[in-house]
């Protein structure tokens, strides 16, 4: 299978968006639970927002309630994670995982996930 693959991370500052993108060629994503995690040096990944396959349910890390929206496009194959209102703490490795399956509870917990992407860096600073 090709891989999972993630982009759109990059470098801004406090307060600017970023739009991170997720696809998997040659699977329907839309067949997928798909989460989005964030990384930094020495700790944990860390679970940000999922959705279901479907999109009836989301959900997001409260650090990212409000600020963040995890979106689907089908015609694209692609799930989105747009980020507003940037943080510094906001900094780190973000990576999309994938699993077949309509919805897992605990989908913000990174042991759900039997396949990932390489990440994107997003660097978030003044």
């Known amino acids: 299978q090709l891989p999972v693959v993630e982009s759109g991370g990059g470098s801004v500052q406090p307060g600017e968006s970023l739009k991170l993108s997720c696809s998997a060629s040659g699977r329907t994503l839309n067949s997928y639970t798909i989460g989005w995690f964030r990384q930094v040096p020495g700790k944990e990944r860390e679970g940000i927002s999922c959705?279901?396959?479907?999109?009836?349910?989301?959900k997001y890390a409260d650090s990212v309630q409000g600020r963040f929206t995890i979106s689907r496009d089908n015609a694209e194959n692609t799930v989105y994670l747009l980020m507003n209102s940037l943080k510094p703490d906001d900094t780190g490795v973000y990576y999309c995982?994938?699993?077949?399956?309509?919805?897992?509870?605990?989908?913000?917990?990174?042991?759900?996930?039997?396949?990932w992407g390489q990440g994107t860096q997003v660097t978030v600073s003044s």
């Open positions: 995982g994938i699993r077949e399956g309509r919805w897992y509870s605990r989908c913000l917990g990174q042991n759900v996930y039997n396949d």
């Open positions: 959705i279901s396959s479907g999109s009836a349910d989301t």
